[in-house]
């Protein structure tokens, strides 16, 4: 079957019966703090979809500053519920609509170097806040796989035991937003999953596409992380969403999941593979590291399964996406940083 570009764009944002199976467990509204991000809209998307199979009339309110209008004119017309708002206007945070369901997805990365203070406040003061203003609701909070100490890929990753060691200010106030919400759930009662995500691909960004377009222009791709995990937006969407009805409330440590695909990808194989299907030869600097940003995700596929999209297909949609002039976002990963300067 001749897949169209159409047809991958809908995969980040329909829902499975996994995700309906999860979602039904849970009651009421859903608020998605951040949704005209990289995932928001997709993410609010597949919720809205999910409740119009389930029962109960459930609304998605998806809440962001909107300087991006056709993010709010293709969440309307999916029968999402749009709210402009300025998370860091205390009148405007106590004047969202109330909801029993958060995704919390407000985060900032690029700019930290040089410009700290405000990724901080964006990443632990803010995320305070809203925790309190949405004191009692089920919270399911975005964070990163940065916050995990760079590991040998004998390790097989880091699962949720390994104790977190941030490299750099952006990483640390990742791992600062964790503390401050677990801190605010643990006050409040609010049942709380922490998904520590890397590498959402979604055709128009992520690290398949960085590598791509590098081999297109005969850029040499860097091998200095020379390996990376990466997931299907659609697939990373889904468990965050089905997160929400294993959030923990016991007032104790909240549910930590890590969210990426199964496989250690090299990222010479990963330029190889792309460069046979669009007939370049990569080029390449530097040599492999000891160790990479690596993740083991093996908890949250016992919980919700394996990606419905996997790597092979991946690479597939990447590749099409490009050649047949996909819309893109011109937002590097910088996925071969190191030394956690963002």
């Known amino acids: 079957m001749t897949t169209t570009l159409a047809e991958i764009a809908r995969r980040v944002h329909e ?66 519920r749009t709210v402009s708002a300025d998370l860091a206007d205390d009148s405007a945070l106590a004047g969202l609509p109330d909801a029993p369901n958060v995704v919390y997805m407000v985060g900032r990365k690029f700019g930290t170097t040089g410009d700290a203070a405000p990724t901080w406040a964006t ?55 964790e503390r401050i919400l677990a801190y605010q759930a643990a006050a409040t009662g609010s049942p709380l999953a922490i998904i520590r995500l890397n590498y959402a691909i979604d055709c128009r960004y ?9 081999v297109l222009a005969d850029t040499p791709v860097d091998l200095g992380n020379g390996l990376v995990n990466v997931i299907w937006q659609g697939d990373a969407n889904r468990y965050a969403l089905s997160a929400l009805a294993h959030a923990d409330g ?6 930590v999941l890590n969210v990426t695909g199964p496989e250690t990808a090299s990222v010479r194989w990963l330029a190889t593979e792309l460069g046979r299907r669009l007939d370049r030869e990569p080029v390449f600097a530097g040599a492999e ?38 819309a893109l976002l011109d937002k590097p990963t910088h996925f071969t940083e190191r030394a956690g300067r963002f």
């Open 250 to 255: 016991s007032g104790k440590e909240p549910l």
């Open 15 to 80: 829902p499975d019966e996994r995700l309906i199976h999860e979602l039904a467990k849970t009651e009421g509204d859903l608020v998605v703090l951040g949704a005209a991000g990289k995932m928001g809209v997709s993410l609010a998307r597949m919720a809205a979809a999910a409740f119009d199979r389930l029962p109960g009339g459930r609304t998605v309110h998806a809440v962001s500053r909107f300087s991006d209008s056709s993010a709010r004119a293709e969440l309307d017309q999916a029968g999402v």
């Open 206 to 214: 992520g690290v398949l596409t960085d590598i791509a377009r590098a």
């Open 123 to 177: 990443n632990v003061y803010l995320p305070g806040r809203v925790a309190q203003r949405y004191a009692g609701a089920r919270i399911s909070a975005f964070s990163s796989g940065n916050v995990y100490p760079l590991l040998p890929p004998t390790s097989g990753g880091a699962d949720e035991n390994v104790a977190p060691d941030p490299v750099g200010e952006y990483a640390q106030s990742c791992l600062g937003r």
């Open 289 to 326: 590291s000891p160790t990479a940003l690596l993740s083991n995700a093996a908890r949250c596929f016992g919980l919700f399964g394996y990606p419905e999209v996997s790597l092979h297909q991946m690479l597939d949609w990447t590749v099409l996406w490009l050649q047949e002039g996909g």
